[in-house]
């Protein structure tokens, strides 16, 4: 059998120590293949953002196993999942996080310029990740200038500009009306099956969530239940 291109097992999470130690994650076992779309759900501090955070290589497990494509990430050290996140790992965020006073185009270059790209380069990389949103016409505009949906889809070009592996959404349409939010599901979702990014997001709302492949849905630093939804063909 193939592993699975994510592994968690028996994954913990402590903050603090002795009487004050709050225990986050309390032993949580995840399998995630290649091409999967997952939606994560739960409660507020259920875990679900905890181990997004571990996830996305921006926190470690106290203990436990995390590994990505059969590497053992929690062995590594910061700069090793600092080049991990960079090389793997694109993230959009409730909240845009965009640079205000700049155009489209440079923001979604941004993680380009970090990675020391030649200007050409970016701006072709740029433009192309921008034609994929639906917003190549818009790359000269700055965030005031977008809607909000315009807005989403300006930060996921952003994030898969560097053509990574896994997406990682964290409440992308939290900020968005029924229809923007419906808009920016079926980019997701084509991005998922045309382009073959693994996708985990955390989403409250249950019609998003259907747009996913499986809800993995946690509690009290458990998950709780797996339900599988696979619409792949």
């Known amino acids: 059998m193939t592993e699975p291109f994510i592994e968690l097992r028996d994954i913990v999470k402590v903050y603090g120590e002795g009487a004050t130690a709050f225990r986050a994650l309390r032993g949580i076992d995840l399998d995630v293949s290649a091409g999967d779309?997952?939606?994560?759900?739960?409660?507020?501090?259920?875990?679900?953002?905890t181990t997004m955070n571990i996830l996305g290589c921006l926190d470690v497990p106290t203990g436990g196993s995390f590994r990505f494509k059969g590497v053992h990430v929690e062995r590594l050290g910061r700069d090793q999942r600092a080049l991990l996140r960079r090389r793997y790992l694109g993230f959009v965020f409730q909240g845009f996080n965009l640079l205000s006073r700049t155009t489209a185009l440079e923001n979604v270059e941004l993680p380009l310029l970090y990675r020391g790209e030649p200007t050409k380069e970016r701006h072709e990389l740029a433009m192309a990740a921008l034609e994929k949103v639906g917003?190549?016409?818009?790359?000269?505009?700055?965030?005031?200038?977008?809607?909000?949906?315009?807005?989403?889809?300006?930060?996921?070009?952003?994030?898969?500009?560097?053509?990574?592996?896994?997406l990682l959404a964290d409440e992308p349409t939290g900020n968005l009306d029924s229809r923007r939010s419906v808009e920016i599901m079926e980019l997701l979702a084509e991005l998922n099956s045309q382009n073959g990014i693994t996708i985990l997001m955390v989403t409250h709302e249950p019609d998003m969530a259907e747009f996913a492949h499986t809800r993995v849905h946690f509690k009290d630093g458990l998950v709780e239940s797996i339900e599988g939804m696979d619409r792949r063909p």
Do not use: Y
């Not at 779309?37 to 953002?49: E, P, R, Y």
């Open 37 to 49: 779309f997952i939606a994560v759900m739960g409660a507020s501090g259920s875990g679900k953002s």
């Open 135 to 166: 917003l190549a016409d818009w790359h000269d505009h700055t965030p005031a200038e977008l809607s909000g949906g315009q807005q989403q889809r300006v930060a996921i070009a952003r994030a898969i500009v560097t053509q990574p592996d896994v």
